[in-house]
């Protein structure tokens, strides 16, 4: 099968869910095959206490510093405690505080919500840059403004995304500052586990030329879900065989952490970036792969 120019049809499998309509698109107007399985769901905490706990402390005074991380928690967040707190004491603390937002996503939900931003982590968006902006040191846009030349001795709220960020959790307490981790969803497994499961089906049998993961926890998950199904050294050298793509650091250290290889990540980690860099080298990479080639 080729595409309109003659060339092999990829075939891309790719775990994104919230977006996975995009991914579809994005594949198929280049002519690929869009093998689509989503590999998780968020899901919030039914515990609302941690957000109304950290809208109390903001209110006080007690945090200095706030890291938005992503679209989806800021959200959930915000709605919750101006469904459950007190939202005008809650905002009033937070134009007293530092505020760190992790990309755009987060960004775009404070704006939404009248709440001022400081600090924008650049791309990455990893917490390598998220300490770089709080090395370089940190300024609440007040008037006056607040300064805070050192963390050491602040108390900074971060905004959890599906499982705590130790890393960044430990470099924080390094510099001297208390770490208060503000969890508000949970990473789940989707509730329809088929095409997930016809996925993996598809890598092992070998029809499937490049593997997408979007995220750390896609990995995490696809590998729990090919071992239930008793096929998890199947997938792993089946994937190995494969063209692997990473949208950016993050997801590309998962994949290496479980020693897979990691042939494609773009410059920018924006999913047409991705899809762009897929069509440019997976062809070239697939040549030098043993045991697979492009479906013709």
């Known amino acids: 099968m080729s595409d309109q120019r003659g060339q092999p049809c990829l075939r891309i499998c790719c775990f994104e869910s919230r977006r996975a309509e995009e991914v579809r698109q994005l594949i198929e107007r280049r002519g690929g095959e869009a093998i689509i399985a989503p590999s998780m769901q968020e899901v919030p905490l039914e515990d609302n206490r941690p957000a109304l706990d950290f809208a109390r402390r903001v209110?006080?005074?007690?945090?200095?510093?706030?890291?938005?991380?992503?679209?989806?928690?800021?959200?959930?967040?915000?709605?919750?405690?101006?469904?459950?707190?007190?939202?005008?004491?809650?905002?009033?603390?937070?134009?007293?505080?530092?505020?760190?937002?992790?990309?755009?996503?987060?960004a775009a939900v404070l704006r939404e919500f009248g709440i001022r931003i400081d600090h924008q982590v650049p791309e990455p968006n990893t917490s390598?840059?998220?300490?770089?902006?709080?090395?370089?040191?940190?300024?609440?846009?007040?008037?006056?403004?607040?300064?805070?030349?050192?963390?050491?001795?602040?108390?900074?709220?971060?905004?959890?995304?599906?499982?705590?960020?130790?890393?960044?959790?430990?470099?924080?307490?390094?510099?001297?500052?208390?770490?208060?981790?503000?969890?508000?969803?949970?990473?789940?497994?989707?509730?329809?586990l088929k095409p997930l499961q016809r996925a993996i089906e598809r890598i092992v049998a070998g029809d499937a030329d490049v593997i997408v993961f979007t995220s750390a926890q896609q990995v995490e998950h696809v590998l729990q879900v090919a071992e239930q199904m008793g096929l998890g050294d199947q997938f792993r050298q089946a994937a190995r065989r494969r063209a692997i793509a990473a949208i950016g650091p993050t997801a590309a250290a998962a994949v290496r952490e479980h020693h897979f290889p990691v042939d494609i990540q773009p410059e920018h980690p924006k999913l047409g970036h991705l899809i762009n860099a897929i069509f440019d080298r997976a062809p070239e990479i697939l040549r030098n792969k043993p045991g697979i080639h492009a479906q013709q």
């Open 59 to 106: 209110a006080a005074g007690e945090i200095d510093a706030v890291i938005w991380m992503t679209g989806v928690g800021a959200q959930t967040l915000l709605e919750t405690v101006r469904q459950h707190g007190d939202w005008q004491a809650f905002t009033d603390g937070l134009q007293r505080a530092v505020q760190i937002v992790r990309g755009p996503k987060p």
């Open 128 to 192: 390598r840059e998220i300490l770089q902006i709080i090395d370089g040191g940190l300024v609440a846009n007040t008037d006056p403004p607040r300064r805070l030349e050192s963390i050491e001795g602040c108390v900074i709220a971060v905004q959890e995304y599906g499982k705590p960020s130790e890393e960044l959790y430990e470099e924080l307490r390094k510099r001297g500052a208390t770490v208060v981790p503000v969890a508000v969803y949970r990473w789940a497994l989707p509730d329809d």
